[in-house]
């Protein structure tokens, strides 16, 4: 709920009060302590709900230890060392849980209380009334040894990186790069490049902003101080579509709703690729407008700034919006003078045009003088290399994309996929791909349906008997120790170890035991991977929980995993 819906709930509440003072006859003083209770509410909402509330959220949680944090200008950098408060809003997949959030459930002593009748306890939750829960386990062997609706299809979110993952993996190779280069086909005069210059991307998720200004500074390290053409952005290397077929028109904004473009770049080591960063700081005094950076510094992204300082120990919310279409930034609210630092990562629309012109710029900036002008088209075959910028290897990256359920990465190795098998850069060719290893792996493709390459369609499709098999599957493959050191470990609050799972079944026998892959649409959750039992038994397991409209599912689905953490056969 954003703080804009609260008048409206205030007026909700007002004109229940009148409909029971009316009708039933209520004392009046019982309807001055509901007014009373009522605006105590609307006051708690107005001043702790700091962002909207995010329908669709999968992304990773960040807490505030960055991995690196990019440079916001020479003037903030002390202000960047400091301990801050961060509020980042929309990179969160699993909201940190409260410490009791899982249930105390006590079976009767001396019951003979199997594992089935333990686990299918949890499933007749109240939240599952109406819902769909399918939960497949199985033993080191492969063995199934529980199954409740199991082999019924079920949207697992961000669970189906697992499947793009495992086929990238295979596809791609561990020790697969990304190449970003600088081309053409002109001779260099002196000092004068005669003709144009182009910028070639493959879809590197990892480029940052200097990297970019580094292949501008190899150029001019070639004696090259003219340019006498074009600066040209090539991002053919993939097709021309930028969102998948079911991202919402309410997720494009956000991070984990970004544009695929194979000439892309991120703002930090997260590779978020496609977005830029927004920081929003209190004013120097009160009634000034707060400072908005965004990060890479660029005219490309317009900010609207109507966020207003107030004094310390004031509210502070902030509420923004990017116009479909545009890149123009729209943020509303206020920041109080105690307040560090609101941060927030915003997609951005047509992600090439931002390189081009930061590239071209960095061009300038190293004493380049481009007589052309900035503009999209093809490099020509037989063009000549002057500078290029070769990725990290997959295996480097995979950790970012399944830790932190990075959805640019996994929308990048979809189409990546697509291109080195079918020269076709599209996800239809990509998930082609994925079905392929998948069939090959023994899956039963007529419960499965892919979609996209991050899990955020909601047609997205599997039953969990498929998804263990698949885990079981993957043992044998020669990467298997990268992908299984890459899925999230329950209770680490390390983000690089825990990820996604880092605030989840701690203090339990799950904590540092589980591995597993989250996923989190709205009235979606699911938990994919490995279980450690006490007879040192490792399982495999897939729990997804479909349409429920009530309460976050997910203490249901860590009672079971922990329940398996703490299953021994011996006491069966």
Partial sequence: MSTGEVPSLLLFELREVRAIFFKRKIPIWFVFVLLILSAISVYYLTTTLSKETVSEIDSEYTSDTELETPPIGEENEELMEEEELIIEENKLDEVPVEEDYLQEVVFPVNTDYTLKEQLDHFLQDERLDHALAAVHIRSEVGEEIYSYHGDKSAVPASGQKILVGAAALDTLGRDFTFNTGVYTVSEQIGNVLAGDIYLKGTGDPTMLPEDYQRLAEEIANLGITTI??????????????????????????????AQVSALTLSP?????????????????????????????????????????????????????DREHGNNVLIFNGTLAQNATVYRNWVSVWEPTELVLQLFYKALQENGINVEGEPRLGDTPSGAQELANRISVPLEDLFHSYMKLSNNSIGEILTKTMGKVVYDEGSWDAGLQVVEAYLRNAGLNMNGIHLRDGSGMSHLNAIPPEEMTKLLYY????????????????????????????????????????????????TSKNSLSGFVTTQDDEELMFSIILNNY????????????????????????
């Fill in 549 to 572: 409209f009530h309460n976050n599912a997910i203490s249901i689905i860590d009672n079971i995993v922990v329940k398996l953490a703490e299953y021994s056969r011996e006491g069966q």
């Fill in 228 to 257: 006498s053409g074009d600066v040209v952005a090539d991002d053919t290397y993939f097709d021309d579509v930028r969102l998948s077929i079911d991202l919402s028109w309410a997720n494009q904004k956000n991070v984990y709703g």
């Fill in 268 to 320: 930090n080591r997260d590779y978020d690729a496609g977005s830029v960063m927004a920081e929003v700081r209190p004013g120097a005094n009160v009634g000034e407008a707060a400072a908005i950076t965004i990060y890479p510094a660029t005219d490309y992204v317009k900010v609207i700034n109507n966020v207003e300082t107030v004094a310390s120990g004031g509210t502070s919310y902030i509420e923004w």
């Fill in 474 to 521: 993957v043992k044998e493959e020669e990467w298997y120790d990268l992908f299984y050191d890459s899925f999230p470990i329950a209770g680490v609050s390390n983000r690089l170890v825990g990820g996604t799972l880092g605030y989840r079944m701690g203090g339990t026998a799950a904590e540092g035991n589980v591995r597993g892959k989250t996923g989190t649409l």
